[in-house]
């Protein structure tokens, strides 16, 4: 498992991959990314703090992820991560989280005291291919409510049962509400959902333009991060 990564190409960075508590929910079921979850958590806060030590500050923006939310992180790897951001001079933080912990968003800004873009999976703005497909457990009315809270967004194409117009729907919210986004292409896993070739290939093709959007990254592959499992 890779933990640690530099993004050159876009928002330049580097990032994290920590270890947490499990995810608040964990029932999503396109997910097998929380088998990297662990309920010992002195043993992560080791890993973690050897995770953390690789960390420069030459962009001066950090972007830390784990298998859930930024809360599920380990309150002293939460203390390390704040003393990193002064010894290294961070200036500005990427987090993750469930879009069931929104409103708890200022916990973090007012901990770290430094600019916070938070990452919410979304995957997409269909609430029945969401909630009843993905059991993603991210229940809204419409891309404003979720843009009051974070500025960036994930979104996940290419998996059996989506259609053309969704994402299509989907990528145009992104670009009318949101300052960031992570368009992922789903990898097959050890889930039982099935990945569309042909709806990727689509998207390859009509959505091509998204690449030179500044604040737009597509991960083709699920370690297009340099961070995750190497299997």
Known sequence: MIRYSTIDKKN?????????????????SFCDYINDNDKD??????LNKSVLKKVTGKYGVLEIINSGS??????????????????????KLFFESHWLYRHRLHEMKDFFEIP??????????DSNFRNKV???????????????????ICLLVGIQGQTKDM????IEYLLKYFEYGCINIFVENSTNIKRD??????FHGYFHFLEKEKNIEILWNNTDFGVGSTK
């Open 134 to 152: 993905l059991n993603k457990n991210a229940i809204f009315s419409n891309p404003l409510e979720v843009s009051r809270y974070f500025k960036s």
């Open 70 to 91: 930024c809360f599920e992180i380990p309150k002293p790897t939460l203390e390390d991560i704040k003393s990193l951001i002064s010894y290294k001079k961070i200036n």
């Open 167 to 170: 994402i299509k729907q989907d």
């Open 197 to 202: 070739e042909n709806l990727i290939e689509w």
């Open 116 to 125: 916070i873009i938070f990452k919410c999976g979304i995957e997409t703005f």
């Open 41 to 46: 958590i002195t043993k992560d806060i080791s």
């Open 12 to 28: 330049q960075r580097e990032i994290v991959l920590l270890k947490s508590s499990p995810c608040i929910w964990g029932k999503c």
